[in-house]
């Protein structure tokens, strides 16, 4: 059995942030929770989590990454491994003018990307395999 | 190198004339040899005196050089860089050889009170032209040497006196001192006015020559910077996808500058950093630091405010946000100016050289003109995709609680909460299949509305669609096919042609198409796509199932958005009905015809005819 970890999930989708809660839960996970980036951002100030699961659209459309971004040049933040889930595709980042340029053509600032909707096994699979690194 | 290059195409540029009239030259020869023969015949009937043999033979001396010259001078003319030097090496040894002859000419008719010795003034004007200011001068001396010498050896009788031709054909000694001392000085004046006035003249018309040089090296150099803008323009308009535009504008922003790198840098959302949105020929160090915040960045907010900036020589300033980045990376110069879209600066558009100073100020307009058009074709593309955006957004929006819903039923489906009973289960399962499905609707909603909008379409590119349906896209056919107990087959019939479409387009035309037989054929059943060629170069695609059919009362609707027909309702309860309205729109996008036919219980057939764009160049011909 995997050590239980300190995880911060942020997403703006209370409901689907209560579902994640409860899987992770159940193998021991401390959960915490975020419901944009800025709050976010706050609680990884308070304690740097084992695991960040962030989405990416939330009151902007590219939140996620903007923090993911940030969290990446900061030397403090920048080994804490990120677990991307979203409904957004590849073809959304190439079809959206100015948003997400910066995204395109460069490293996704994440350690794995996940599509939406969250199959609870795949995450918790997902979730371990980080964590083990 | 480059400086080497320049001065041939100089010394070209004034020799041109040298070049022209080598052979003119040689010519004129021939006409002076054989009139002069002529002339010497005629003379000597009306003046006895005159030494015909001798004269004569000096023309034949002539002209035996000449034919020599004529051998020299073609093959001067044939060599390549050396042609000049050459031609110039000639003309000396010309004009060494026609002074003798015309010396020796003139002595015979006379020294220096012969008619011809004005003939000696039209080598000074030529040497004047074609040779170097200094070549003019000493073949002057030597002009005025050769008349010393003649009139000296007459008067000191080292050599015998010849006649003054037409003049008096008793006479047995030359002129007096003071008249020969008088007409001397008189061709010296003479002399030295022709080699002043031409040279003179020679010097301002290289001067002016070279004038009309540069003006046609900067023509052309413009010419050549317009041609390539023109071709940047068009192509940045043909360009449907915003990543493309923005590197193809830096990647020729940087081929038409002749610099190192460029970039362009877009503002995010909050207006607070601007970060590389297209970068070319910089190291990746360089764009990695995550952009440039606007507060700490004094040259980026005035860019932003609307004015440029250029600077010549990086090191004198330190007003810049990594200095030890821009150090690195070697650049010297650079100049950044505003991307203004729609009325508002959204971004900065850079050029960098590894060279001080490399920006003139035509430079900068030039490249400010490259960066108004650039940001007039990002708005353009803007305004279009903003309408594209809205369906994903759309799309986005409602996927979003749909997949909260699926994740919270699979988290109960799975017990994470509790355990739950056969009915709970059966039902939860249900409730998630019929979820899966409004899913699948979305995503096809949202395929069609992109089909319709022309705007949204990929640029179409050649294909080679044996290539592609066998490829990845084939694997997970097969994949589907097997879980289904379907056997699929899938062949390519010889050269196929490639066809017009994208990578989306035919996903969404041969991904339905598949998809369905496999979807409608009951396990065990085979499912077989085949392509090939028709007699006039159409591409074919067959696929045929031996699944449930298509009644024939529905064969009409079934192409209308969310038909299902009643036997596929039963058949499969998942379906969106959406499929055939999108193989449809793809079609007409593609200039494509499809024909199905079917019988109940018995299987498909839907043939799809796609124009070639041309016979695939990696096979023979058929």
Redesign the interface.
């Known amino acids: 059995m995997e050590t239980a970890a300190d995880i911060l999930i942020i997403d703006d989708d209370r409901d689907l942030v209560s579902a994640m809660r409860i899987v992770l839960e159940s193998r021991s996970h401390r959960v915490r929770t975020a419901f944009d980036g800025k709050e976010g951002y706050a609680r990884i100030r308070e304690k740097a989590p084992d695991l960040i699961i962030l989405d990416v659209m939330m009151t902007t459309d590219t939140e996620g990454f903007d923090l993911a971004y940030q969290l990446r040049h900061q030397p403090e933040y920048r080994d804490i491994p990120i677990l991307m889930v979203t409904s957004f595709t590849q073809r959304m980042a190439e079809d959206g003018p100015g948003r997400f340029q910066h995204i395109l053509g460069q490293d996704w600032p994440v350690t794995q990307l996940m599509e939406k909707p969250i199959d609870p096994e795949a995450l918790l699979d997902t979730v371990d395999a980080i964590l083990k690194g | 190198m480059q400086l080497g290059q320049e001065l041939i195409r100089e010394q070209l540029f004034f020799r041109k004339e040298l070049i022209e009239r080598a052979e003119w030259f040689i010519r004129l020869r021939w006409i002076f040899v054989f009139g002069g023969a002529l002339a010497g015949v005629v003379a000597r009937r009306f003046w006895p005196p005159l030494p015909l043999t001798a004269c004569l033979a000096i023309l034949a001396v002539v002209g035996g050089y000449n034919l020599a010259l004529a051998t020299a001078t073609r093959r001067a003319l044939a060599a390549g860089d050396d042609k000049v030097p050459r031609l110039t090496r000639l003309a000396h040894v010309q004009m060494v050889c026609d002074l003798s002859a015309l010396a020796a000419l003139i002595y015979l008719s006379g020294g220096l009170f012969s008619p011809l010795a004005p003939f000696f003034l039209f080598h000074v004007i030529l040497a004047g032209f074609f040779l170097s200011p200094e070549s003019c001068y000493g073949y002057g001396a030597l002009i005025l040497g050769l008349l010393a010498a003649m009139t000296a050896a007459v008067h000191l009788s080292l050599a015998p006196f010849w006649p003054v031709l037409f003049h008096d054909p008793g006479a047995t000694a030359p002129p007096g001192p003071a008249a020969t001392a008088g007409v001397f000085a008189l061709y010296a004046a003479m002399v030295a006015v022709t080699t002043l006035i031409t040279t003179s003249i020679k010097v301002s018309l290289r001067a002016k020559g070279r004038e009309l040089l540069k003006i046609s090296r900067d023509l052309d150099q413009n010419n050549r910077k317009l041609t390539a803008l023109y071709e940047m323009v068009k192509e940045m308009g043909s360009h449907t996808?915003?990543?493309a535009l923005?590197?193809n504008a830096t990647r020729q922003a940087a081929r038409i500058m002749g610099v190192k790198g460029c970039a362009i840098k877009?503002l995010?959302?909050?207006g607070r950093r601007l970060?590389?949105?297209?970068v070319y020929g910089l190291s990746a160090d360089y764009v990695a630091?995550?952009?440039i915040e606007i507060e700490k960045s004094t040259i980026n907010r005035r860019i932003l405010q609307g004015s440029g900036y250029a600077v010549g020589r990086i090191q004198e300033r330190d007003i810049f946000q990594f200095p030890e980045q821009i150090r690195k990376e070697g650049i010297e110069a650079m100049v950044c100016l505003p991307l203004r879209m729609d009325k508002r600066v959204?971004g900065v558009f850079c050029v960098y050289s590894d060279r001080s100073d490399f920006f003139s100020d035509e430079d900068v307009q030039f490249f400010a003109m490259m960066c108004d058009l650039t940001a007039l074709a990002m708005a353009q593309?803007?305004s279009e995709?903003?309408k594209?955006?809205f369906l994903?957004?759309a799309a986005?929006q409602l996927?979003?609680?749909?997949?909260?819903?699926?994740?919270?039923l699979?988290?109960l489906r799975?017990e994470?909460?509790g355990p739950l009973n056969a009915d709970q289960q059966q039902t939860l399962a249900r409730a998630g299949k019929r979820l899966g499905l409004l899913?699948t609707m979305i995503r096809d909603l949202l395929d069609l509305g992109l089909r319709r909008d022309p705007e949204?379409d990929q640029p179409l590119q050649p294909m080679d669609l044996g290539r592609h349906l066998t490829g990845e896209a084939g694997t997970g056919w097969r994949a589907q096919a097997e879980t289904r107990g379907v056997h699929l087959s899938m062949e390519a019939d010889g050269e196929l042609p490639l066809v017009l479409a994208s990578g989306?387009m035919i996903e969404d035309l041969f991904g339905n198409l598949i998809v369905n037989a496999i979807k409608y054929t009951p396990s065990g059943g085979r499912v077989s796509v085949k392509l090939s060629t028709e007699t006039d170069g159409t591409l074919r695609c067959e696929i045929a199932d031996s699944g449930i059919g298509i009644p024939e009362e529905a064969m009409d609707r079934l192409f209308s958005e969310f038909f299902r027909a009643p036997n596929a309702r039963a058949f499969c309860e998942e379906g969106t009905g959406l499929g055939l309205a999108i193989v449809k729109e793809v079609l007409s996008r593609l200039h494509g015809t499809i024909r199905i036919t079917s019988r109940p219980a018995q299987g498909t057939q839907v043939s799809v005819w796609l124009p070639a764009h041309s016979r695939n160049p990696t096979k023979g011909r058929q």
Request: charged share 20%; hydrophobic share 30%; aromatic share 10%.
């Open positions: 996808g915003w990543q923005m590197d877009l995010d959302a909050q970060r590389f949105a297209s630091n995550g952009g959204s593309l803007h995709l903003n594209t955006w994903h957004k986005h996927r979003g609680p749909l997949h909260a819903i699926q994740t919270m699979d988290t799975r994470y909460p899913d949204a989306t």
